[in-house]
């Protein structure tokens, strides 16, 4: 089994940033691709940003030209520097991974527990 670590989430004044962290650990596995969604109170789990192994990344159009997803492969780490941030951005912020499994070539998806992330306006 693979396990997400999350950190990086808290309280912050509109405007402000933050920045957060994924760590995937397990063994014999490989990751296709990360992401990190949201869930705000009464609403979907949606799509914040995701990037491929090979670097190519989608953001949702809300959070364009204000956060960044990056990676850094050789620690199976994914970031998101969020930036501008506005009160719609609170919500909780769950990491996710697809994740090849080398000794089964089974593969699934893998999520964090979720860090909350409040903005105050």
């Known amino acids: 089994q693979v396990q997400l670590v999350e950190s990086g989430g808290g309280l912050v004044q509109a405007g402000g940033s933050l920045r957060l962290s994924c760590a995937a650990s397990?063994?014999?596995?490989?990751?296709?691709?990360m992401g990190w969604y949201r869930q705000a109170p009464g609403k979907q789990r949606e799509l914040v940003a995701a990037i491929t192994s090979g670097g190519s990344t989608n953001y949702a159009d809300s959070v364009k030209g204000r956060f960044t997803i990056s990676r850094d492969n050789a620690k199976n780490t994914v970031y998101l520097q969020m930036n501008s941030l506005q009160p719609e951005d609170t919500a909780v912020y769950y990491c996710?991974?697809?994740?090849?499994?080398?000794?089964?070539?089974?593969?699934?998806?893998?999520w964090g527990q979720g860090t909350q992330v409040t903005v105050s306006s």
């Open positions: 996710n991974a697809q994740v090849l499994i080398r000794t089964t070539l089974r593969i699934g998806d893998y």
């Open positions: 397990g063994s014999s596995f490989h990751i296709n691709a």
